[in-house]
T-cell receptor, first 115, second 110 residues
């Protein structure tokens, strides 16, 4: 079992839908949770960053962490065609390895929002 | 403020050829990383560096070497390219847990 599991999709939704993207993990030491968005043929860009459990909202995006269930979610409200991308979750225990933080990434979920 | 830059954007090599992928960041980050991304495999860490002069192996280091030239620059070298190294390579930098990625280098080894 991989440390971080993420359904690759694709997930296809109509414009305006509420999108839910999810990751599960097995390492209870993870405390820092990130979501990255990657457009086709581009590098990943940081979208949301949360520490420990709870919710964090930024515009149309809400990140949710449930440490008791080892489950994180990214919700996108009023989805737009411009949200079509691959979304990668990442998480870290906050400990240094060789002086650096090494996050564990999910494999990404491909989202398609059609007009 | 360019963030993380990578050169070249695209490269075709023949098996056995060598090349160096360049990466630079202007965010004054201490840590830098090299990843490869393949379909269905996600991001896999090749090497990382916590500071100038230090480098550590990641998940898939075989066939690669790295140099942390200074705080800004971190290069990845393929000494003898193999078709299995056909991939998209991303450089990233970080100050803490969050990473900032470059635009990537698409490498094709024939």
């Amino acid at each position: 079992q991989k440390e971080v599991e993420q359904d690759p999709g694709p997930l296809s939704v109509p414009e305006g839908a509420i999108v839910s993207l999810n990751c599960t993990y097995s390492n209870s030491a993870f405390q820092y949770f990130m979501w990255y968005r990657q457009y086709s043929r581009k590098g990943p860009e940081l979208l949301m960053y949360t520490y420990s459990s709870g919710n964090k909202e930024d515009g149309r995006f809400t990140a949710q962490v449930d440490k008791s269930s080892k489950y994180i979610s990214l919700f996108i409200r009023d989805s737009q065609p411009s949200d079509s991308a691959t979304y990668l979750c990442a998480m870290s225990g906050g400990t240094l390895s060789g002086g650096s933080y090494i996050p564990t990434f999910g494999r990404g979920t491909s989202l398609i929002v059609h007009p | 403020n360019a963030g993380v830059t990578q050169t070249p954007k695209f490269q075709v090599l023949k098996t056995g050829q060598s090349m160096t992928l360049q990466c630079a960041q202007d965010m004054n980050h201490n840590s830098m990383y090299w990843y490869r991304q393949d379909p269905g495999m996600g991001l896999r860490l090749i090497y990382y560096s916590a500071s100038e002069g230090t480098t550590d192996k990641g998940e898939v280091p075989n066939g690669y070497n790295v140099s942390r030239l200074n705080k800004r620059e971190f290069s990845l070298r393929l000494e003898s390219a193999a078709p299995s190294q056909t991939s998209v390579y991303f450089c990233a930098s970080s100050a803490l847990e969050t990473q900032y990625f470059g635009p990537g280098t698409r490498l094709l080894v024939l």
